[in-house]
């Protein structure tokens, strides 16, 4: 929830087009991941980021430890995009060990 | 590719009612970890583990146990199960100890108690 803000909530798209999902840090995250939640409701694994940039296909993603934040780009957006984008971080002062913090999801919607 | 299943995939059970969610994992990975998710809360920590024989408590631990009987397995035990705890309820492993980890989830068990 409040460690980890996600934004925005929701996401219409036309196929084809670009988009950006951001998250925001209030925990010091040493590591971020970001899923994909299918319309079956599995946690597909999209991206584990150490502070740096990771690209896959039409996805790339960055994650800035230092000002605390990630972002998700979608490119050419297309309709198997739809889900909700889920981002959650590993935090090093964490009492739940090596457990993650995830945010409350971004539902992303393509249309034809 | 980790490979992490649960099981039952669907669970309705009576208040008061006793539930054991089992996860399994082939990967050989030290930490296993339950969630819980709800609408508008995303997804929670509720144990963790370490390892065989390790239990710990998460963000939401109250009205749940855990087990780690081995380093393949963790449970996920309602001893008296109520309907708040109606949920979908992911595992997850990752990482073979201190160092940060990728973790990969299960497919994830609707309950409902009734």
């Known amino acids: 929830g409040d460690k980890v803000k996600q934004s925005p909530s929701a996401l219409s798209l036309q196929e084809g087009t670009n988009s950006a999902l951001r998250c925001n840090f209030s925990?010091?995250?040493?590591?971020v991941q970001w899923f994909l939640q299918n319309p079956r409701g599995s946690l597909i694994n999209l991206f584990y980021?150490?502070?740096g940039t990771k690209e896959n296909g039409r996805l790339k993603s960055t994650f800035n430890s230092k000002e605390s934040y990630s972002t998700l780009h979608i490119r050419d957006a297309q309709l198997e995009d739809s889900g909700t984008y889920f981002c959650?971080?590993?935090?090093?002062?964490?009492?739940?060990?090596?457990?993650?913090?995830f945010g409350t999801g971004t539902t992303v919607s393509v249309s034809p | 590719e980790a490979a992490v299943t649960q099981s039952p995939r669907n669970k309705v059970a009576v208040t008061g009612g006793k539930v054991t969610l089992s996860c399994n994992q082939t990967?050989?990975?030290?930490?296993m970890y339950w969630y819980r998710q709800d609408t508008g809360h995303g997804l929670r920590l509720i144990h963790y583990?370490?390892?065989?024989?390790?239990?710990e408590k998460g963000d939401i631990p109250d009205g749940y146990k855990a087990s780690r009987p081995s380093q393949e397995n963790f449970s996920l035990i309602l001893e008296l199960a109520t309907p708040s705890q109606t949920s979908v309820y992911f595992c997850?492993?990752?990482?073979?100890?201190?160092?940060?980890?990728?973790?990969?989830f299960g497919p994830g068990t609707r309950l409902t108690v009734l």
């Open positions: 997850a492993s990752g990482g073979t100890g201190g160092a940060p980890a990728e973790q990969f």
């Open positions: 925990i010091a995250a040493t590591t």
């Open positions: 980021l150490v502070p």
């Open positions: 959650a971080a590993e935090a090093g002062d964490y009492q739940g060990g090596r457990a993650l913090i």
């Open positions: 990967n050989n990975h030290n930490n």
């Open positions: 583990s370490y390892g065989a024989g390790s239990t």
